[in-house]
């Protein structure tokens, strides 16, 4: 029997008046049960099709909703589930695919529920997690303008969206385990490991999934909007939306089931969670993987997801090592959110543990060993440098201040002699004079802090005669002498004076051995540096007169000024250029001076 077309015709009369309170009834009170049970799927088709091609408005949709729940609770389970999935498409708009979700939990229960052999459901429950992820899989991320979560007080709509969407799978998923483990446990004999496996392994793949995907988006644990709402009267859509979705919910859901399935003790390792996810699931994507493990931390440790609070009572230096791998990778991520998300938990590492905690070369080494690849030789050295690759491309002004914070934040973790040598690498290898004006200034309050009468214990070390001029060499240096860009290198040039004009006032006992060495920089450095500025100043001050000038001479083509084409910018912001550089010019000869003072007065 199927639906004949006085009847299709008789259905269309409510669908085409947008009538479906009346077509509702007509499911629970008037349909002859028999041809509902024979025909179910054809009238969500045909439901389906109407929704899809007249845009139904939001208010109907729930009461098709309720149209299609009642006809799954009446119709072929075994005909209703192969119809629904294959609605989950990236084709078909999302608020479309939602009204689904409840049927297709309906049908999964009395799938679970039904007479099937064990493996016949766990194919079922296979193929409705590989469809609802493949479906979120293709969900766009949203577009996060100026991310700074400490200010944002609005998610976008996609993100919503997208939260929504995982809260129903999960709460699907969770309702379709809980009868099929019950009904089902007694039928696996103990020989039958495979169907236990198969019982662990998909929902933990399908839950690993969703928190690589909660992994780039904002999850907050409070819903910002509603403090701020009066100040905001843009996206109502996004905020009413938002409102409905827990987040927390969703995170406590996805971090107690997989809890339920090993403890969380066993599950910080990386060794541990590789073996737990690549070998115990399907899933079998590298990357997902990792991104996984970093939410998954990134819920224990930051937003206390734990149910045993493991993260507060173990070792930080245990929950540091655990924990590192996943920071990388949430940091070498594309995804802004993710970024963050890494900047966050590496905080409340190492937070956590004391100053001179870290020894370099034993960290090096219990984080090359703490997992099954060796394709990162130098682990600490690649946390410093994607921070500070963060800090120079990334084109986030928040998250380019917060990596290159995290550099010198951690540098303070190690010991006296690991935080030179770590120095002392980080300027050889930095490429941008921003970083390396950073770094010097963090080396210069180091020295304040060791130039004390009561100097930290075993800061001796930071001062010791090789690394102190190796740390030197790499700050007192010109790219090209006088005829350097003194613009493009001011961070490095204007740190480096200020560094050396601080230890010739400060180190009056020559401890750093600074004053052995000052005619060598005086000959090396500080000649080069006034020349290039006296030649510099005198060329942009004929500049200046040229632009007030009627008729200016023909400038170069390739004429820039800190990295701007000269030549291409408005009559009135090339004076404003010239000015500036010109003032530039003017403060490092003046501290130039200063240092020259220094020296001079030398006995």
């Known amino acids: ?14 669908i085409n008046d947008d009538n479906f309170t009346q077509l509702h009834n007509y499911f629970i009170k008037e349909i002859d049960q028999s041809k509902l049970q024979e025909n179910a799927w054809e009238y969500i088709s045909l439901l389906m099709n109407h929704v899809k091609e007249h845009q139904v408005c939001d208010a109907s949709l729930q009461t098709v909703e309720d149209i299609f729940t009642v006809i799954s609770e009446n119709g072929n389970a075994r005909e209703l589930i192969f119809g629904i999935l294959e609605q989950f498409d990236p084709m078909v708009e999302l608020r479309f695919v939602e009204i689904l979700i409840p049927s297709l939990g309906v049908v999964c229960t009395n799938l679970m529920k039904s007479n099937n052999t064990l493996k016949n459901k766990c194919y079922d429950m296979s193929m409705t997690f590989s469809s609802l992820t493949y479906y979120c899989d293709s969900l766009n991320l949203p577009k996060y303008e100026n991310y700074d979560p400490m200010e944002k007080c ?29 009904e089902s446990l007694t039928e696996v004999e103990k020989s039958d490991e ?27 644990e409070q819903n910002m909007c509603d403090s701020f709402k009066p100040n905001y009267t843009k ?7 938002l409102n409905t979705v827990n987040v927390t919910t969703v995170c406590s859901k996805i971090v107690n089931y997989i809890h339920e399935v090993r403890r969380p003790w066993c599950l910080l390792c990386d060794k541990m969670w590789q073996k737990f996810v690549m070998l115990e699931t399907k899933f079998n994507d590298q990357d997902k993987t990792l991104l996984a493990r970093g939410c998954y931390l990134y819920l224990v440790y930051v937003k206390h997801q734990d149910i045993d609070s493991c993260s507060q009572v173990i070792n930080p230096f245990f929950n540091f090592t655990c924990c590192f791998h996943s920071v990388l990778t949430l940091m070498k991520s594309n995804n802004e959110t993710t970024i963050y998300k890494g900047f966050e938990m590496f905080c409340f590492i190492i937070n956590k543990l004391d100053p001179f905690a870290l020894h370099w070369s034993k960290l090096t080494y219990i984080l090359i060993n703490s997992v099954n690849s060796t394709s990162i030789k130098q682990p600490v050295m690649e946390i410093f440098l994607t921070a500070v690759s963060i800090a120079v491309h990334n084109s986030n002004r928040i998250l380019r201040q917060r990596a290159i914070q995290l550099v010198t934040k951690f540098l303070d973790k190690f010991v006296w002699i690991d935080r030179s040598h ?6 050889s290898v930095s490429e941008h004079y921003g970083v390396k004006g950073y770094l010097c200034q963090y080396f210069k309050n180091k020295l304040n802090d060791i130039l004390q009468d009561d100097p930290p214990l075993g800061s001796e070390v930071f001062i010791a005669e090789s690394r102190f001029s ?12 006088s005829d350097s860009d003194f613009l ?51 060329h942009y001050r004929d500049e200046l007169q040229n632009q007030t000038k009627p008729t200016q001479a023909s400038l170069s083509a390739d004429f820039y000024v800190n990295g701007l084409d000269f030549p291409a910018l408005p009559a009135q912001k090339r004076k404003e250029v010239v000015e500036a550089a010109i003032l530039s010019f003017d403060i490092m000869q003046g501290v130039c001076s200063r240092v020259q003072q220094l020296i001079d007065r030398n006995p």
């Open 1 to 14: 029997m199927s639906v004949d077309e006085n009847e299709t015709e008789f259905l269309k009369t409510f």
């Open 154 to 182: 609005e998610q976008p709509l996609e993100e919503s969206k997208i939260l929504s969407y995982v809260e129903k799978c999960i709460d699907l998923s969770n309702s379709m385990l809980s009868v099929l483990i019950q």
């Open 194 to 220: 495979s169907l236990m496996e198969s019982l662990v392994a998909e929902p933990l793949s399908f839950y690993c999934c969703m928190l690589e995907r909660l992994s780039q988006l904002n999850v907050e």
């Open 235 to 241: 996206s109502t859509v996004a905020v009413s939306s």
């Open 422 to 427: 770590l120095l002392e690498r980080l300027l």
């Open 470 to 481: 190796a740390i030197l060499d790499q700050v007192f240096v010109l790219s090209n002498g």
């Open 488 to 538: 493009q290198e001011y961070d490095l040039v204007m740190s480096g004076l200020n560094l050396l004009r601080f230890l010739l006032l400060r180190d009056v006992k020559n401890l750093t051995g600074v004053w052995s060495c000052v005619k060598r920089y005086e000959v090396s450095y500080i000649k080069p540096i006034r020349t290039g500025l006296n030649l510099s100043a005198m």
